[in-house]
């Protein structure tokens, strides 16, 4: 059974930061694509960050771009999302997403999640 599941989330003060951790099992997902989508109270998921299958082409948001670096060990079967300088308006649910097939910002596209961890920043 393929398993995604993050960690890290919790409550910071506004400018603070955190690291999002996302533990695959089940399967690899060293040669997939993954990426981070998050969800707010009200509001569609969207698209947060990707990252490529080698690790070496990421894709952001604009609202995080400077912000969160996206990055992967693929030895670990992990990825990983540090948010810095966090904002009240990045207070969401996370997601992590494994293999895209199409458009890394699509939610549709992928075909494993994650259950979700909350981040709440405080203004």
């Known amino acids: 059974q393929v398993q995604l599941v993050e960690s890290g989330g919790g409550l910071v003060q506004a400018g603070g930061s955190l690291r999002l951790s996302c533990a695959a099992s089940?399967?690899?997902?060293?040669?997939?694509?993954m990426g981070w989508f998050r969800q707010a109270p009200g509001k569609e998921r969207e698209f947060v960050a990707a990252i490529s299958w080698s690790g070496t082409r990421t894709y952001y948001a604009d609202s995080v771009k400077g912000r969160f670096t996206i990055s992967r060990d693929r030895a670990k079967n992990t990825m990983y999302l540090q948010m810095d300088s966090l904002k009240s308006e990045d207070t969401a649910v996370y997601y992590c997403?494994?293999?895209?097939?199409?458009?890394?910002?699509?939610?549709?596209?992928?075909?494993?999640w994650g259950q979700g961890t909350q981040v709440t920043v405080s203004s």
């Open positions: 997403a494994g293999e895209s097939r199409g458009s890394f910002a699509e939610a549709g596209q992928y075909e494993y």
């Open positions: 089940g399967r690899t997902f060293s040669s997939a694509s």
